[in-house]
């Protein structure tokens, strides 16, 4: 049995689908649907249980769970402009510790989520050599609850027991109940197809123009294959960064987006909030050598492919 936490909500959706994809459905959710969309996520999925998630801690605590044979763990709060920093520790880093240290005494095999934010500004690089962790300073609470999970893997001499992904910018289907953390492709969308314009922010380091700020962006299909193939090898352990490996500029997505929809670019470009300015990551890149090491060989779909087939689905909102 598999215990998918987050199971409703982006990654955790897409990767449920990617389970029954491949016939497996014994699988039990847990998540914590609050009043957004995020259920609209699980339908036409098959899964054998839905457990909120405090309930479902509870029952772990209370040695009332059902044991499983793998713990995959996407919950947790991602919200980069969230303060509350008891929240953070209590929502994702205690959760994370508890279900971790089950899953081990189960003898199950776990899989976490945690996240590009750990890398802050970039200036301590971009491997995910285990070596250069304690070095990494985030630049939100965010980053920083993903990065006290890693060191309390590291810590706790659990590196090699256990799978940790830090994800980069994902962006595809069933991001669309995200509000303020959805990605700039499904925020632009809609206007980018209805006016012709989107908008930017500017930026504020004379190194990079406006819009000319990098990410690492990664189709959620492509970060599912590689899920996949890490959970189906088992023995290849570690924490891994989940990218393409190659760095895009923001106007390149513009004009992915602009390309997908068949129009010309209008890109305008706006202040960037002040609380937002010191907390901005300007680069971000995946040094992919770990998870090429560990195996995985397939390619990643484009920046321009993905928009495009993304863009299939935003037109009217569908679902993996």
Not at 28 to 56: A, H, P, R
Request: glycine share 10%.
């Amino acid at each position: 049995m598999i215990i998918l936490t987050g199971g409703a909500g982006f990654i955790g959706s897409c990767f449920l689908w990617r389970l029954n994809k491949e016939g497996i459905d014994d699988i039990i959710v847990v998540d914590q649907l609050d009043e957004t969309d995020k259920w609209k996520n699980l339908l036409g999925k098959k899964f054998k249980d839905y457990i909120q998630k405090d309930d479902f801690l509870a029952l772990v605590k209370a040695g009332e769970a059902p044991k499983p044979s793998k713990v995959i763990h996407m919950g947790a709060s991602s919200s980069t402009t969230l303060t509350d920093g008891d929240y953070f520790i209590k929502n994702n880093y205690e959760y994370s510790k508890t279900l971790a240290e089950w899953a081990l005494e189960n003898k199950a095999y776990f899989m976490y989520a945690s996240s590009a934010a750990t890398y802050g500004d970039g200036s301590s690089g971009y491997s995910d050599d285990p070596r250069g962790i304690p070095s990494l300073r985030p630049l939100n609470m965010y980053g920083y609850s993903k990065q006290l999970f890693d060191m309390w893997i590291l810590n706790n001499r659990l590196y090699g027991k256990v799978t940790g992904i830090k994800f980069f910018n994902v962006f595809g289907p069933n991001e669309y109940h995200k509000g303020d953390m959805m990605s700039v492709i499904c925020k632009a969308y809609p206007r980018a197809a209805g006016e012709g314009k989107m908008r930017l922010f500017k930026s504020y380091k004379p190194e990079y123009p406006d819009g000319g700020q990098k990410r690492d962006f990664i189709y959620v299909k492509d970060a599912v294959e590689a899920m996949y193939y890490l959970m189906t090898n088992p023995a290849k352990t570690g924490i891994f960064n989940l990218g393409t490996g190659r760095a895009s500029t923001w106007n390149d997505l513009a004009k992915a987006i602009f390309s997908g929809i068949g129009s010309k670019p209008v890109i305008e470009y706006i202040d960037m909030p002040e609380t937002l300015r010191s907390k901005y990551q300007y680069f971000t890149e995946a040094d992919m050598a770990g998870l090429r090491k560990a195996g995985y060989k397939k390619p990643f779909t484009s920046l321009e492919d993905s928009v495009k087939d993304y863009i299939s689905y935003l037109k009217d909102g569908s679902y993996l």
